[in-house]
């Protein structure tokens, strides 16, 4: 009684196994190279709006502790 | 040929388990064409696919259990060698190569600014606000505290019942937090004003789910809340009322982490689980579109690129890797003999140009995305990094670690 429910189950799993290898054979691809220009492009189009790449100066920089002016 | 496309998408719409309609199928793919090749055999004369695809249903039910089950483990294979082959057939350059004509990075020095102590033991996650300032962090003495990233100051508490608070997050609108853990649940506070108020009285859970909960997120929106657990499924919930969305099955063992993707690009998420695969999903309809199995070991992040079209994953096998959605492959990998330790946390900064890791060994690495190479290795920490967030402007990250503190 067990093995068939055991056997039932594990046809069930197969099937969508099967079901889920369809349905991503199926998507579109492209090719790496593509793919990679890509993301070259966007990268060297925000890289100017990357703090963290470019640098931000200090005045910018709200994490950079404020010395205290002394005004004599 | 053209009898058989024609038939074919017949074929797609009366199929009766619903697999979704490939968007323009110019030519049936050829493992396709050999699955009905395999059924047309089998039973003997189905005159067009649009019977095979319905008789195979039926005839799978009538037939011996043992038969069915090793025809679709052979079918299942066959499959997995086709999708091989055909991603594949489209890997034609590798992306440091494409990448060798963008400039190098020069040297970077980053240094803490800020460190948040206030936790009394390991801190397991945080997330940043949307106004760049307010940092939400959960530890595992069971307390979520939000913090002022400026002024280091602590702007709220709240204790939960539960111990090892795994998993916490920002809502989009800055008015509430939402964090879960080994109680199983997703519990979302809403941030008031009045430092008197008992924010634990306001407590709304959200989320119930039979193992513990890994990472949390909000959607575009305060009202949705999207929940891994460690009992191998993801779940969408409507934070009003309580309710279960949309539930994600399909990772074989726990999903330790989740992102979801950057709005422009629509709604999927992806999550990462202990069973190495990296699922991509549709949140409307419940259903994996892509899956990824390249890792050695457990995922313990995964986080997108800022375009939507890539995302990069950490793992305890010491690498991070890059996978890019369209061409359905992994591009890159970023490792180094000399590093052994997992990676706990990973986050791209605003360009996509650099990856932040951070690792078992107590230390930060910076990749640099497209060349592969690693730009900076930051120490501070001593314990392991066991979260990273980069700030939502870009100008500063932040890492949580077991040492009980934060650094920004």
Redesign the interface.
């Not at chain 1, 920089?61 to 502790?65: A, E």
């Given at each position: 009684m067990s093995s068939?429910a055991q056997?039932?189950n594990?046809?069930a799993h197969?099937?969508r196994?099967?079901?889920?290898?369809?349905?991503?054979?199926?998507?579109?691809?492209?090719?790496?190279?593509?793919?990679?220009?890509?993301?070259?492009n966007?990268?060297?189009?925000?890289?100017r709006?990357?703090?963290?790449?470019m640098g931000?100066p200090a005045s910018d920089?709200?994490?950079?502790?404020k010395k205290p002016c002394n005004i004599l | 040929m053209n009898n058989s496309q024609v038939e074919w998408g017949a074929a797609e719409d009366a199929a009766p388990y619903g697999a979704a309609a490939s968007p323009g199928c110019r030519s049936p793919p050829p493992l396709l064409l050999l699955f009905f090749l395999l059924l047309h055999l089998k039973t003997g004369g189905a005159s067009s696919p649009c019977d095979v695809m319905t008789a195979a249903s039926a005839v799978s039910s009538e037939v011996q259990p043992n038969e069915t089950l090793t025809h679709l483990k052979t079918e299942s294979d066959t499959l997995k060698t086709k999708l091989e082959e055909e991603r594949a057939k489209l890997h034609d350059v590798e992306l440091h190569q494409v990448a060798e004509k963008v400039d190098g990075l020069g040297q970077f020095i980053m240094k803490t600014r800020r460190t948040l102590k206030g936790h009394g033991n390991k801190v397991l996650c945080m997330d940043w606000c949307k106004d760049k300032r307010r940092i939400v962090s959960s530890s595992q003495d069971g307390k979520v505290i939000v913090w002022d990233a400026f002024t280091t100051n602590k702007e709220h508490a709240v204790t939960m019942p539960c111990t090892w608070v795994m998993a916490c997050a920002y809502a989009p609108s800055g008015c509430a937090v939402a964090c879960g853990g080994l109680d199983n649940k997703c519990s979302v506070y809403p941030l008031s004003l009045d430092k008197n108020e008992n924010l634990a009285a306001k407590k709304k859970s959200v989320a119930m789910h039979t193992n513990y909960l890994s990472a949390c997120s909000f959607t575009n929106s305060d009202m949705q809340i999207l929940t891994s657990s460690g009992d191998g499924t993801c779940a969408l919930w409507d934070v009003e009322s309580g309710q279960l969305l949309q539930s994600f099955h399909g990772h074989a063992a726990d999903v330790l982490c989740l992102d979801l993707a950057p709005s422009e690009t629509g709604n999927t998420f992806v999550s990462g689980g202990c069973d190495k695969k990296a699922n991509v999903w549709d949140m409307r309809s419940g259903q994996c579109i892509q899956s990824f199995e390249t890792h050695e070991s457990d995922i313990n992040s995964v986080r997108y690129y800022p375009s939507g079209d890539a995302f990069a994953s950490g793992s305890d096998d010491a690498t991070c890797r890059l996978y890019d959605l369209r061409a359905d492959r992994e591009v890159a990998i970023y490792s180094k003999e000399s590093i052994i330790f997992g990676v706990s946390s990973v986050d791209f900064s605003l360009s996509g140009r650099l990856l932040f890791g951070g690792y078992n060994d107590y230390t930060i690495n910076v990749w640099d995305v497209l060349k592969g190479t690693r730009v900076s290795i930051l120490f501070g920490h001593e314990n392991r990094v066991s979260t990273l967030r980069v700030s939502p402007d870009g100008t500063a990250f932040c890492t949580g670690s077991w040492d009980h503190t934060l650094r920004v």
């Open positions: 068939k056997s039932s594990n046809l197969a099937r196994t099967v079901q889920q290898l369809r349905i991503e054979a199926s998507i579109e691809r492209i090719k790496v190279s593509k793919a990679s220009a890509d993301l070259m966007y990268c060297s189009e925000h890289a709006n990357d703090p963290l790449l931000i920089n709200p994490f950079k502790d | -």
